[in-house]
């Protein structure tokens, strides 16, 4: 091991008045873009990104979350984060500030999705010409130190002809499913074997299926939609919006509990979908049943009672007359509230029963408490009144009428086309990685020389992710012994 | 009949422990021996001594292994008998899965007994094996109808019996890794190599990744069909998914020289803690997967 270290003279004209700092870091375009490169395929940044996404993550389960779509309505983000300050005390302001309270739509985890994304497809960029190097044209002929320190090396001497020796290896590679290749050297023979070459295209495979699953991410959250509480009550139509032009109605749902512990064991709702008027789906959904029209999925997810009201002015002319969901539970629960508008009068009419199984000293079985607002007002309700069922009440010059209870079926009803790249993403996903660990990519090289009494053989192999190989590699090499050995052996 | 297996379980495994144990110990305790008389008396008799010390106590490790795999035989036959009684997999509550955990690690630990002979790992992956066990011991067993989000058999029952394959490869891993922590450098005598353990955890990891990958997948496509959304942050999916970035760095670090060795057993170790919590969550987290059958409201 010698080293020689060259010195080379600066030709006189070219020495320039040179200080300090011109050694120092230089700036240019290509400079800049050759270290980013080398930053982004560095395992260690790899790495990095990877457990900082692991440590957002565990922040994001250990840390309450806000629930979706709570952000866009700033009263009510305050209130739940009011909520909070019992528990964290001065630092809720600080983790709020952070954006711990909604950590996965934080600038820090954008960042941190948007440098993996970009160092995982720079690997692969790096990786891929190698790959395909490796899996078309291999290097055939390997040194003697190769065969000195491979992971897995055996030498064998045998008494026959190098080409019987290199027949015999040959034959029993070709049995493991091998794939071999020759290569003259003078005297000596170079054998290359692999199996399962595009094995290690299953890493790139797994890269770019997380690039396609972000994809599919990204168009869900800007193209899609997602209702998590669409409320619809029974025998009320309610447009879904967002784009769709579909109108929905709640035909009816059953709950099914199970007799022996009263946990619900059944939710089904019959859904039919309109356009323009005309049915154009209809459906009975379950809790792992959804329904599927246009891209737009319903899903069963929760329910609850309802109110059918019914509105008419003084010339009895109808004016609303629709199942009111009451949707929401009052602080102290034991009351049910729904809401409705009628936008013509500007007044908003909250609609209070009493939760099942509660009773109250004022509302009684078969009441409703109405309590109607003037859209703008300062909170104080223009009347707050009890109505029998069937009784219709005069408030603002109107008659409400509370006409039934009903039920309300509670749907998530989604938009996302993204999906498809997602499940083709997770596809890939599963295959690549599957393909990486259990199609392990074999390769072995041998090199067979004459000797005055023979042939000496060199088998040497690398082993990676692979069980299998290291004793179906003794095996291989006690095959060919044995065969080489046989009739004449001494 | 399920019981009667689970209990038989959990004597074999506690029994299958002891055994190991004891030989462990006695081997250890032959080998300082034989070090010391060595040192007193000359290094020729040493080499003989050992072997015939160590017979005794291997032929007990043998039955250790021997009770090992009846201990596997009847957690087996326990969760066989109770999916027929309960006429599903054994996978719906806290109860079925932590008597399905513990099968995982004792499967998993002896496929890599019977591949690397390493019973010394025994020691760390049965007694995880057996806690899980006795804490199944401490929860209500009741077979309650399944919620209805439950209710798809088919996905259900994939998901968490592919899950188990990757908690029980990771405690192998976690095994090999707490045992290669303990040593120094060199390693220890008495102990598995430590280039040995590294390829162990390699190789429970490699089984166990894929395991893992597919564990989340299906989860996704069960939360799509059941909750509308085939990602919703709830805590059990991003602990899965902590859990998933640990082990996927662990493999890229070993890629990289500097992190072989000490820095990736500590990524294992972090690994499995990422499994417990993720396995454990639901205690304390609720969300979407509060379907222990812990908390009867
Ligand atoms: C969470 C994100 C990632 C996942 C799930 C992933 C997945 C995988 C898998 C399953 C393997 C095969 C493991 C092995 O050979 O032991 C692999 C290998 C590899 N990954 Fe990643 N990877 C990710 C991120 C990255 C990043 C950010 C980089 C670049 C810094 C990278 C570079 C590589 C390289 C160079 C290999 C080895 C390829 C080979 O041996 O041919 N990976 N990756």
Redesign the pocket.
């Known amino acids: 091991m010698s080293q020689t270290v060259r010195t080379t003279a600066l030709p006189a004209a070219s020495r320039e008045p040179v200080d300090d700092l011109d050694g120092g870091l230089t700036i240019s375009p290509w400079g800049i873009l050759d270290r980013l490169w080398h930053l ?4 260690r ?2 790495l990095i ?2 457990l900082a ?1 692991a440590v957002l993550g565990l922040i994001g389960t250990l840390l309450v979350q806000a629930p979706a779509g709570l952000q866009s309505d700033p009263g009510a983000y305050a209130t739940w984060l009011d909520s909070l300050r019992p528990k964290y005390g001065g630092w809720t302001g600080i983790l709020n500030a952070l954006g711990l309270f909604s950590i996965f739509t934080s600038i820090w985890f954008k960042g941190i999705v948007v440098l ?1 994304t970009t ?2 497809l ?3 960029a790096n ?1 891929a010409p190698y ?1 395909w190097k490796q899996a078309t044209r291999p290097r055939t002929n390997m040194s003697e130190t190769f065969f000195a320190h491979a992971p897995l090396s055996a030498s064998v001497t045998a008494p026959a002809e190098p080409d019987a020796a290199l027949a015999e290896l040959q034959a029993a590679l070709r049995a493991r499913h091998f794939r071999t290749i020759t290569e003259r050297d003078g005297d000596a023979i170079h054998l290359y074997a692999d199996r399962f070459r595009w094995g ?1 295209f ?2 790139v495979i ?2 770019l299926s ?1 690039v396609f699953i972000l994809i599919g991410a990204l168009v869900g959250s800007s193209l899609g939609f997602r209702i998590p509480d669409f409320m619809a009550a029974i025998g009320t139509k309610v447009e879904v919006g967002n784009g769709t032009g579909l109108t929905l109605e709640a035909r009816s749902f059953t709950d099914t509990y199970n007799t022996e512990n009263g946990a619900p064991s059944d939710y089904a709702s019959d859904i039919v979908l309109y356009r323009d008027g005309a049915q154009v789906a209809a459906q009975t959904i379950r809790v792992n049943q959804p329904m599927q029209y246009d891209g737009v999925t319903i899903y069963q997810s929760f329910y609850g009672p309802a109110a059918a009201m019914q509105v008419k002015d003084a010339n009895g002319a109808v004016l609303f007359d629709e199942g009111v969901p009451l949707a929401w539970g009052s602080t102290d629960k034991n009351k049910r509230v729904g809401r409705f508008a009628l936008p013509d009068q500007g007044l908003t009419v909250f609609v209070v029963g009493v939760a099942s199984g509660e009773v109250d000293a004022q509302i009684k079985p078969g009441q409703m408490q109405l309590e109607v607002y003037r859209e703008g007002s300062d909170g104080t309700p223009l009347a707050t009144q009890i109505v029998s069922q069937g009784q219709p009440a005069r408030i603002a010059d109107l008659d409400f009428t509370f006409v039934r209870e009903r039920q309300f079926t509670g749907l998530i009803v989604a938009r996302d086309p993204g999906v498809p790249f997602v499940w083709g993403g997770a596809l890939l996903l599963v295959l ?2 599957c393909l ?1 660990f259990f199609f392990p990519n074999r390769r072995a090289w041998a090199l067979i020389r004459r000797r005055p009494d023979g042939s000496a053989i060199e088998v040497g192999a690398i082993v ?2 692979d069980v299998g190989f290291e004793s179906d590699f003794r095996n291989l090499v006690n095959e060919v012994k044995l065969a080489l050995a046989g009739p004449s052996a001494s | 009949m399920s019981e009667y297996s689970f209990v038989a379980g959990i004597l074999a495994v506690g029994l299958a422990l002891i055994c190991y144990a004891i030989a462990f110990a006695s081997v250890r305790f032959a080998r300082t021996r034989t070090a010391m008389a060595g040192a007193r008396g000359g290094a020729g008799a040493a080499g003989g001594s050992v072997t015939t010390v160590t017979r005794g106590p291997s032929s007990l490790a043998t039955y250790g292994t021997l009770i090992a795999w009846l201990a596997l035989a009847f957690i087996t036959a326990s969760l066989t008998f109770r999916t027929i009684v309960v006429g599903h997999g054994p996978f719906a509550n806290m109860y079925e899965f932590s008597i399905a955990f513990a099968w995982g690690v004792l499967a998993m630990y002896l496929y890599f007994e019977h591949r690397y002979h390493q019973r010394v790992l025994g020691l760390i992956a049965l007694p995880i094996a057996l806690a899980m066990l006795i804490y199944a011991t401490t929860i209500p067993s009741t077979a309650d109808p399944l919620v209805p989000a439950l209710q798809n058999n088919l996905l259900l029952t994939v998901h968490v019996a592919v899950a188990i394959v990757a908690y029980g490869t990771f405690s192998v891993a976690f095994a090999a890794a707490v045992l290669y922590l303990i040593q120094p450098a060199g390693g220890r005598r008495g102990l598995p190599k430590p280039v040995l353990l590294d390829e162990i955890s390699y190789r429970a990891v ?1 089984i166990g ?1 894929p395991f893992l990958t597919l564990v989340i997948v299906l989860g996704a496509v069960w939360a799509d069909v059941a909750w509308g959304s085939y990602w919703s942050w709830d805590p059990k999916e991003t602990a899965s998914l902590v859990t998933w ?1 640990i082990y ?1 760095a662990y ?2 670090a ?2 990289v020289r500097g992190w072989r060795g000490s820095r990736s057993a500590w990524l294992l170790i972090a690994g499995f803690g990422a499994t417990l919590f993720t396995y454990f969550g639901n205690l304390f987290f609720g969300g979407l997967h509060s379907y222990s059958g812990l908390n009867d409201n």
């Open positions: 982004f395929i560095s395992m940044t790899g990104l990877i996404l993996l160092s995982i720079a690997c692969s990786r790959l290690p299953g890493t797994a890269h997380l690549g990685v990486v990676r992710h | 490699v990744f970035l996927g493999l890229h070993r890629v």
